[in-house]
Nanobody, 123 residues
Framework: QVQLVESGGGLVQAGGSLRLSCAVSARSFSGIAMGWFRQAPGKEREFVAAITWSGRTTYADTVKGRFTASRDNAMNTVYLQMSSLKPEDTAVYYC?????????????????WGQGTQVTVSS
């Protein structure tokens, strides 16, 4: 079983930065690939970023160059550093986990989800 707990959301002005954290409880963090997704009111959940155990990453075009995913395997934690935030980044952000080493960008390929953390960017 894998449990995920996000933190770090909040209210920030446009152009500002936030760092989200996702603490992972699992029998083994190795072999787990992580993803970040977000869902704005009235919209579908959308892919933001993914990172493998070895640190390979991929990003949605809408956040590329502004967001950076990273992980501390010793601390069983993944991060999403968000910079140059825009009002359209406002959403509930979720971390997700799946067993495997392949980067996946679709939500239905992830087996475990956190509870979500709200990010609000004011204009």
């Amino acid at each position: 079983q894998v449990q995920l707990v996000e933190s770090g959301g909040g209210l920030v002005q446009a152009g500002g930065s936030l760092r989200l954290s996702c603490a992972v409880s699992a029998r083994s963090f190795s072999g787990i690939a992580m993803g970040w997704f977000r869902q704005a009111p009235g919209k579908e959940r959308e892919f933001v970023a993914a990172i493998t155990w070895s640190g390979r990453t991929t990003y949605a075009d809408t956040v590329k160059g502004r967001f950076t995913a990273s992980r501390d395997n010793a601390m069983n934690t993944v991060y999403l550093q968000m910079s140059s935030l825009k009002p359209e980044d406002t959403a509930v952000y979720y971390c997700a986990a799946r067993w495997g080493t392949v980067l996946r960008i679709t939500a239905d390929t992830y087996d475990y989800w956190g509870q979500g953390t709200q990010v609000t960017v004011s204009s």
